[in-house]
Structures are given as C-alpha cells and as structure tokens.
C-alpha cells in the first residue's frame, strides 16, 4: 500500500506541474502569450483571472500530497471544477472547431487523466481506511 501511495503522490505532484506553469504563464503573459496580436484589454484581463484560477487548482492539488488517503473530499471537489472546466472546453471545439494540439492535450487532461487520478486516490484512500477529512468552515 505503501508503494501504490508514494507512486500516486508523485503522480499528483508532476501533474501538478500542468496547471500550475500553465497558469503561471497565463498570469504573466496573458492572452497575447498564446495568440498574439489581440487587443482586447478585457479579454486579456478575464485570461489572466481564469489562469490565476487554474495556477490555485494546481497549488491545491500539491496540497493533497502529503497525507494523500485523507484528502478524498479536496481530490474530489478539484477534478469536479477541473472536468466542469474540461466540459466547457469540449462544447467550444463542438460550437468553433478544432483548437491546437496542446489545447487538445489539456483536454485530455482535464477529461481522462484527472479523473483518472482520482479513482486511483480513492482507491489507495480505502486501503488505507480512510475517511474523507471534512469539510471546514474557512
């Protein structure tokens, strides 16, 4: 069990790696970072915000490592927002065609791989005998 959870969190913590550049990246170069020549200040603006949104879902997946058999309902609620995200990125390639390959891979992601990991996170959460932390008032 030991070896199936230490494999799982470095799983999670590379994958990590995905959102968190990403949206770093999103945050630090905005809209024109991935197509340049656009102008419009408002769409840059909302990109920006979406990309900090994506660089926290990143940070809070790297807080679901350690003690990773405790964290079923963190897990859970994360790739619910990231395959809503995913959802919503599917009906643009249906509503305006194709986008490029690395939107393709993050669709992927967001889509297989996520969920994907959390199936694996429950299952090392009940060999462990866990049970989901709940829930706290901030």
């Known amino acids: 069990m030991?070896?199936?959870?230490r494999a799982l969190q470095r799983v999670v913590a590379v994958a990590a790696l995905i959102?968190?550049?990403?949206?770093?990246?999103?945050?630090?170069?905005?809209?024109n970072g991935i197509a340049g020549?656009?102008?419009s200040v408002s769409a840059d603006s909302h990109f920006r915000y979406l990309s900090g949104?994506?660089?926290?879902?990143?940070?809070?997946?790297?807080?679901c490592v350690p003690g990773i058999e405790?964290?079923?309902?963190?897990?859970?609620?994360?790739?619910?927002?990231?395959?809503?995200?995913g959802l919503a990125r599917l009906l643009g390639l249906y509503l305006t065609g194709l986008p490029s390959?690395?939107?393709l891979a993050a669709l992927g992601v967001e889509l297989v791989l996520t969920?994907?990991?959390?199936?694996?996170?429950?299952?090392?959460?009940?060999?462990a005998g866990a049970r989901p932390a709940p829930l706290r008032d901030v």
């Open 115 to 127: 969920p994907l990991l959390c199936l694996w996170q429950a299952r090392v959460a009940g060999l």
């Open 70 to 85: 405790g964290k079923t309902r963190l897990f859970r609620f994360l790739t619910l927002v990231v395959v809503l995200g």
């Open 37 to 39: 020549g656009v102008e």
């Open 101 to 103: 390959l690395t939107m």
């Open 2 to 5: 030991n070896g199936e959870r």
């Open 53 to 63: 949104l994506l660089t926290g879902i990143g940070l809070l997946f790297w807080s």
């Open 19 to 31: 959102p968190v550049s990403a949206g770093l990246y999103g945050v630090l170069f905005g809209v």
